[in-house]
């Protein structure tokens, strides 16, 4: 289509013009549906994971965090375990 002398300058409407938009939105909308689809799977093993009685450590790589951890675990008065 042809930009007529009423329309702004910059928005010419071609066929080309909404392919491509078109195209972009259908990328974005897969990428999209791919991010949540990795999500669900993530979550569900998590789930099965725990489900089974799995449990995670996490790993104290810092000497001064082990050491700080180690403070907190033994505090006499029973806040923590």
């Known amino acids: 289509?042809?930009?007529s002398r009423h329309?702004?300058?910059?928005?010419?409407?071609?066929a080309a013009r909404d392919t491509g938009l078109d195209?972009?939105?259908?990328l974005y909308t897969a990428q999209d549906e791919l991010v949540?689809?990795?999500?669900?799977v993530a979550?569900?093993?998590i789930a099965l994971y725990k489900?089974?009685?799995g449990g995670w450590e996490v790993a104290l790589e810092d000497?001064?965090?082990?050491?700080?951890?180690r403070a907190?675990?033994?505090?006499p008065d029973g806040r923590r375990s």
């Open 1 to 3: 289509m042809r930009q």
């Open 7 to 14: 329309q702004p300058p910059g928005f010419p409407v071609t």
């Open 63 to 69: 000497a001064s965090v082990r050491a700080a951890d």
């Open 72 to 75: 907190i675990r033994s505090e």
């Open 23 to 26: 195209s972009q939105r259908a």
């Open 51 to 53: 489900a089974l009685g």
């Open 43 to 45: 979550a569900n093993l």
């Open 36 to 40: 949540q689809s990795e999500q669900a």
